[in-house]
T-cell receptor
Framework: DVKVTQSSRYLVKRTGEKVFLECVQD?????MFWYRQDPGLGLRLIYF???????EKGDIPEGYSVSREKKERFSLILESASTNQTSMYLC??????????FGDGTRLSIL | QKEVEQNSGPLSVPEGAIASLNCTYS??????FFWYRQYSGKSPELIMS????GDKEDGRFTAQLNKASQYVSLLIRDSQPSDSATYLC???????????????FGKGTHLIIQP
């Protein structure tokens, strides 16, 4: 089974802090994704990566950056956290022509 | 802009009945179709995949695909209260080789199974 592990289930940070969300997958997948999910808005893609050190913007990249130094790890960075970034963050990975597999999610609160 | 449309619900079904969830997609070149189940506060879990026209059955779940009409559906037989969740439809297009940017999600249908 595919295992996608997100570093935290719940996280509380303060406005202006730099926040790191970590994601690790164990299936040697090329593709990894970060989404946020808010009530009524569905899954919204923030960034994705199709290879080490490669990244592409998704639908809502503003206020975020990512890092992929190793194939198994994809990090999401909130450069200066704001209250409108309070959300559920989901990491996923997939192989070519395969469905995505999700981690358990991180519920992030920015105070 | 590729679109995947689902009725947001809630869809209320009595226990033991058949729940029918529908999804339409805009891209005629779409190749692969998936259904995810998401419980409140949890992450999406893959429950069905379908790649060719017709029906695919897995236990109480049946996925149906009609590429000519551009819709995919999920039937849940003998519905149980534990089936209450949000069901997300996802589609891979035919352009990107199934790569990173080829998967589009619907917003999901909230299903309630009434005991």
């Amino acid at each position: 089974d595919v295992k996608v592990t997100q570093s935290s289930r719940y996280l509380v940070k303060r406005t202006g802090e730099k926040v790191f969300l970590e994601c690790v997958q164990d299936m040697d997948h090329e593709n990894m994704f970060w989404y946020r999910q808010d009530p009524g808005l569905g899954l919204r893609l923030i960034y994705f990566s199709y290879d080490v050190k490669m990244k592409e913007k998704g639908d809502i990249p503003e206020g975020y950056s990512v890092s992929r130094e190793k194939k198994e790890r994809f990090s999401l960075i909130l450069e200066s956290a704001s209250t409108n970034q309070t959300s559920m963050y989901l990491c996923a990975s997939k192989g070519s022509n395969q469905p995505q597999h999700f981690g358990d999610g991180t519920r992030l609160s920015i105070l | 802009q590729k679109e995947v449309e689902q009725n947001s619900g809630p869809l209320s079904v009595p226990e033991g009945a058949i729940a029918s969830l529908n999804c339409t997609y805009s891209d005629r070149v779409s190749q692969s179709f998936f259904w995810y189940r998401q419980y409140s506060g949890k992450s999406p879990e893959l429950i069905m995949s379908i790649y060719s026209n017709g029906d695919k059955e897995d236990g109480r779940f049946t996925a149906q695909l009609n590429k000519a009409s551009q819709y995919v559906s999920l039937l849940i037989r003998d519905s149980q209260p534990s089936d209450s969740a949000t069901y997300l439809c996802a589609v891979i297009d035919g352009y990107s080789g199934g790569g990173a940017d080829g998967l589009t999600f619907g917003k999901g249908t909230h299903l309630i199974i009434q005991p």
